[in-house]
């Protein structure tokens, strides 16, 4: 099946520099990536995702690379602010035998400081 | 979300005991997903169903148990067997009106609030 790398576990930038989170695939027919945002206790948000037919897609100060060579997509967010604290996934869609569902990643835990 | 309600927010069970989760979605969605996530963890999938009474196994779901009676509900029951029920569970859905099943590939999929279990 699927499996899902996620780096770094955690990430800790200054306000106002940039984060970068990158995730690899197994699966080459997977064709979905989407990330999502997580506060604490609460439910995870999608912030973007993007299809295998394209290679980058971008959405204000968050966009997300994807290379169907390497297997590997990135979330790039930029001017970094206090409120982007949080635990964000990537995930990938998985079209193995009658499964269609996400795989995701262990998760990274970006803070942000003021 | 405000389409997808799970209930209740806090759960506790007693030992030998089954419980069920509710999970309810008005935003037509032909998928829905039950996701198990424990401290400081990713998302791991329980069970998933793509259409009106059928269901299918994820990657973690001995000890629990789905039904899809409805298009609008997916309730989860986690039984004596599940010997760590402790984690926060969330539901999710996704599709809509008059997309294929295989379209559900390429779908975002909208999460509830969770609710967080534990053992008594």
């Known amino acids: 099946g699927e499996n899902v790398e996620q780096h770094p576990s955690t990430l800790s930038v200054q306000e106002g520099d940039s984060a970068v989170i990158k995730c690899t695939y197994s699966?080459?027919?997977?064709?979905?990536f989407p990330w999502y945002k997580q506060e604490l206790g609460k439910r995870p948000q999608l912030i973007i995702d993007?299809?295998?037919?394209?290679g980058e897609k971008k959405d204000q100060r968050i966009a997300v690379t994807l290379n169907k060579t390497a297997k590997h997509f990135s979330l790039h967010i930029t001017e970094t602010q206090p409120e982007d604290s949080a635990v964000y996934f990537c995930?990938?869609?998985?079209?193995?035998?009658?499964?269609?569902?996400?795989?995701f990643g262990s998760g990274t835990r970006l803070q942000v400081q003021p | 979300d405000g389409g997808i309600t799970q209930s209740p927010k806090y759960l506790f069970r007693k030992e030998g005991q089954n419980v069920t989760l509710s999970c309810e979605q008005n935003?037509?969605?032909?998928?829905m997903y039950w996701y198990r996530q424990d401290p400081g963890q990713g998302l791991r999938l329980i069970y998933y169903?793509?259409?009106?009474?059928?269901?299918q196994k994820g990657d973690i779901a001995e000890g629990y148990s789905v039904s899809r009676e409805k298009k609008e509900s997916f309730p989860l029951t986690v039984t004596s067997a599940q010997k760590n029920p402790t984690a926060f569970y969330l539901c999710?859905?996704?599709?809509?009106?008059?997309?294929?099943?295989?379209?559900?590939?390429?779908?975002?999929?909208?999460f509830g609030d969770g609710t967080r279990l534990s053992i008594l």
């Open positions: 999710a859905s996704s599709g809509g009106q008059g997309v294929p099943i295989v379209g559900n590939v390429g779908q975002p999929q909208h």
């Open positions: 699966d080459s027919a997977s064709n979905y």
């Open positions: 993007i299809r295998s037919n394209v």
């Open positions: 995930a990938a869609s998985v079209r193995a035998t009658g499964r269609r569902a996400l795989t």
């Open positions: 935003l037509n969605h032909d998928a």
């Open positions: 169903s793509q259409i009106v009474n059928d269901f």
